[in-house]
């Protein structure tokens, strides 16, 4: 499977996530942003994989110039969905960011604001430095630092499996990204920022998680996922459902590009 292929078949879960509104954790980052004087009305603003649009749907409301980039088309379909009755302009850009110059006409005239959260987008000194390059103000990236999933571990463990992770070394990763803002010549200023939340899923939406998410093709992932759903019926609550608790840590590194 592609990287855009993965992605395209996230965005169904990334758009529920949309529909819960606003979590504690993003209403925490849009007053770090607004209270430092990165983001402000009427600023250009600009989100380096997007996703479906959580921020830049806040952005607009906020009254800024939004563009909105992201790799895959079906992540993008569902951000021009959530923009749709936003009256400041905005704009979306279907690309890989690695392979795009700068130059072309959806980022001319810069940005006051450039954002990348929770994104593998921008990811060493080369992409850092593109971004940059893009913006006359703030640049901002949130990473996760650290990921706890109990519930998921357990299933696992359950299955006579050692837990697995989404991510390798979250910690490995957050200090490449400042040593790649040092790299291209600015200074990094880091926040670190609890970021909990729990998914209420149906066993077979677990177990279709897990199956996405987990377990490789050649490792026989539909037994896998079968016995997910037999494990997650037994953990099921009364209403029917599974409470699948994420407690993470997430680093916020950002830096001045006019400095």
């Known amino acids: 499977m592609t990287e855009k292929?993965?992605?395209?078949?996230?965005?169904?879960d990334y758009q529920a996530v949309f529909r819960l509104g606003l979590s504690d954790y993003n209403r925490e980052l849009l007053s770090f942003w607004t209270e430092n004087g990165?983001?402000?009305?009427?600023?250009?603003?600009?989100?380096?994989?997007?996703?479906?649009?959580?921020?830049?749907?806040?952005?607009?409301?906020?009254?800024?110039d939004v563009t909105l980039?992201?790799?895959?088309?079906?992540?993008?379909?569902?951000?021009?969905?959530?923009?749709?009755?936003?009256?400041?302009?905005w704009a979306v850009y279907c690309c890989d960011f690695n392979e795009v110059t700068g130059n072309e006409p959806?980022?001319?005239g810069g940005f006051d604001?450039?954002?990348?959260?929770?994104?593998?987008?921008?990811?060493?000194?080369?992409?850092?430095?593109?971004m940059s390059a893009m913006t006359h103000g703030w640049c901002f990236l949130a990473r996760f630092y650290d990921w706890q999933q109990p519930f998921r571990d357990r299933l696992m463990q359950q299955m006579g499996l050692r837990p697995r992770r989404l991510f390798v070394d979250l910690r490995a990763d957050c200090a490449s990204m400042i040593q790649a803002v040092s790299e291209v010549g600015y200074v990094p200023q880091m926040n670190y920022v609890d970021y909990?939340?729990?998914?209420?899923?149906t066993p077979e939406q677990m177990a279709d998680y897990m199956r996405r998410n987990y377990f490789a093709e050649d490792e026989n992932r539909e037994e896998l996922a079968r016995e997910t759903l037999r494990l997650a019926r037994a953990h099921a609550a009364e209403n029917g459902s599974v409470i699948d608790n994420v407690n993470t840590k997430v680093a916020w590194i950002y830096w001045k590009t006019w400095e």
């Open 38 to 64: 990165m983001l402000f009305p009427g600023a250009r603003v600009l989100d380096i994989g997007c996703g479906v649009g959580r921020y830049g749907r806040c952005f607009a409301e906020l009254g800024c």
């Open 113 to 130: 604001l450039s954002i990348s959260t929770m994104s593998p987008a921008v990811h060493d000194a080369e992409t850092v430095r593109k």
């Open 5 to 12: 292929e993965r992605w395209d078949q996230a965005a169904v």
């Open 196 to 201: 909990n939340w729990s998914d209420e899923r």
């Open 69 to 89: 980039t992201d790799i895959s088309d079906e992540m993008l379909r569902h951000a021009r969905e959530n923009m749709g009755k936003c009256r400041t302009p």
């Open 106 to 108: 959806v980022f001319a």
